[in-house]
């Protein structure tokens, strides 16, 4: 199960004091509600999968014999699970707001330098620091970067560093304890001397003022927004950010419809213009509503293009039900959980091994009135994610234009969605968010795209980025304004 940890479940590690210690029979009884739930409501798993896992989980579980832990110290146990094999990027374990609350202090125990990751170096990423923007950090507390980075990774995806790079001041102190003092390591920009600073910590507080005057990534109030677009006249190149595929500008009565009027103002305008050449930026879109991927790509299909969408949920005989205290990140009493799930479960059909659902059943699309049918460039990241991982796979498969950018963060198979259900383990409390269904698409999708990761077409060598990098400018979409112009004048 792969964990997405959330700022402030995290923060909780900062003061371990007076919390109560659970013994090993009651860490232990979290510990096997907490194997059922992820080996039996994940629908990602198959049998011999399950198998595995449980093995894995339940041989790790043997090392609670004879502990006492609190309930943010089993936590860090639970972190330190690095199982093989099929993972669940919609899941996550968290503590509750009232240990939170109850440990939360002003404590000063925070890395104080952002940074940013790249070819597995530390880049800082502040500047007025006392550690000068752009140097790269080769050691913490005699601890070597490619150390820090086997420890605190679950695992070395391209998703897991871009998530890495805004927790890993928590992180590193749920992995290495309370630090209040900092030997790092580190090197100036296009400097190969190694300089030593000491740093004190911080708390949450200076934190919170330290993040907001980050220099990575840039134009971040354009990245609250849905969609962002810009005309390169110069070059007639048009440019869509496009951050998520859930509509976050406004409450909106009908979402799809909301996409496509937008999506029908913006390439109307790209035909007045008579644009020569897009790029779709998807660097920082990590998913959304699952139908409105091929309601995008419509406006840039060459051909018609088929479509098939499937929510599979295993099933609705949820194990450890009694731990169930809510769905969808919210709590809601029994009787009222229980009529949310009926509800949802009308929905679907009964086969003889699973309940599905057809999103979309075999729809042939056909491309949009005032479908692009310019050169495309669509860029990627560790970030694209779960919907946009769809998007990228419908437009690799139509071999639509180039993607360019780091491999992206998850591949359209395994998207697992449908509904999250909430547990808490009886003991510490812990609460632990997991997805009941996993979609799948038209088989037309998955012969085309055998490998069910997305690759790049073109990644920039570590030294050009960090060029860019030094300069606070877009690495990636510089040069493909670049490798735009260029071909331009070829």
Known sequence: MRHLFFLFALLSFLNLRGQTQLNDVQLSEDYQILVNIICEVSPTLNDAQKDTLRNYLENRGKELNGQNFTAVEFFRFLMGSKPSGATDGHGNISLPSTIVESVLGDNKVLFPIPI?????????????????????????????????????LKAASTFEIRNLERSFDILFLLKYGAINTFQIAYSLPNHSEIQYLKLDAINVESREQIYKNTVMPLH????????????????????????????????????????????????????????????????????????????????????????????????FDFPESQHLVGVENRSLPAEALDAYLKNFKKGFTKNEDYYDVKVVNQKTNKAN???????????????????????????????????????????FRNITAGMQLVYELPNSELLVNMPIGLYKFSEDLDKAMPDANIGSDMILHADLFYEHYLNKKDAYLIETLGLISKANKD
């Open 369 to 411: 009135k005032r479908a692009y049918q310019g050169k495309v460039y669509l860029l990627v990241s560790g970030r694209t994610f779960s919907a946009a991982a769809y998007f990228a796979a419908l437009f690799k498969s139509q071999n639509r234009g180039k993607i360019i950018g780091e491999p992206i963060g998850g591949t």
């Open 116 to 152: 940013v990751i790249e070819n597995n170096q530390f880049l800082v990423n502040i500047e007025n620091a006392a550690i000068p923007y752009g140097s790269v950090i080769s050691e913490i507390n005699g601890k070597s970067v490619d150390s820090i980075l086997a420890t605190v």
């Open 220 to 315: 971040r109030e354009q990245l609250t927004k849905t969609i962002n677009t810009q005309f390169f006249e110069a070059e007639n190149i048009f440019y869509v950010q496009l951050n998520s595929f859930t509509w976050r500008d406004e409450k909106v009565e009908n979402e799809y419809d909301t996409f496509k009027k937008k999506f029908e103002d913006i390439f109307k305008t790209i035909q007045k213009q008579n644009v020569s050449n897009l790029i779709i930026d998807l660097r920082y879109n990590s998913g959304g509503n699952m139908i409105v991927p091929s309601l995008f790509y419509s406006f840039i299909a060459e051909d018609n293009f088929n479509e098939h969408i499937e929510l599979i949920v295993p099933d």
